[in-house]
């Protein structure tokens, strides 16, 4: 049942995840997409990676640029110190639908700001929108044909601080190499990879972090 891949996740969620308690929605993610159907969440081992990222960096500001059902959204929020702010883009409606819920179930919602529409569009409102300078880390893991474009957007709309992390999915499965050549040889960015495996998969993935140097 469920029309969607997202609403079966959704459903599966409210009936076996403990409302409220972030860590058993992202094992109750977790096990569907491992067991009964893959879906492109960042998955449990290179969630490991951006746990560790997080908690590194302690940010204040964070941007995500892909929010699907939520689960790096749920992923990064519950490890945000008190009055951290994760402002989080997706495009698709229903997506955001289904993350929203998801987040309310996972009692996460007060940290997360969810908007609907194009990065490119949204990016340059930022600022404005939410009375804030730079962000500490920046989450990308949308259209891997627009990490790069919406990097150098980022830059151009001075939402880069000298130490501003970004961190990237998928930089080899599906892949960005321009991102990756962008980010490995402008001197700009101090990068480092991150070797893991596709979400639910044995097959080769990472992630690239790349800290802003201004
Ligand atoms: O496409 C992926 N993710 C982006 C979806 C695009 C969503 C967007 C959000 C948004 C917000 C604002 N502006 C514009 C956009 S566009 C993705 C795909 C795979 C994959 C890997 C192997 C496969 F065989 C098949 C798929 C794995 C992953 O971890 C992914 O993240
Ligand atoms: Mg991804």
Known sequence: SGKSRPMRILQYVQNTAVQGDANS???????????VEWAMNVGDKKGEILDAVVLDVRPRWVLELGT????STMRIARLLPPGARLITLEMNHHY??????????????SQVDLLVGASSALIPQLKKKFDMDKFDLVFIDHWKTSYLPDTKLLEECDLLASGTVLLADNVT???APEYLHYVRNSPRY??????SQLEYLRVEDGMEKSVFLG
Not at 68 to 71: D, N, Q, S, V
């Open 96 to 109: 955001a639908q289904v993350a929203k819920q998801i987040l309310g179930h996972a009692g996460l919602d």
């Open 25 to 35: 929605v992202i094992s109750a993610v977790d096990s569907y997409c491992a067991n």
């Open 173 to 175: 499965c599906p892949g």
């Open 68 to 71: 699907y059902c939520g689960y």
């Open 190 to 195: 101090k990068s480092l990879y991150f070797p």
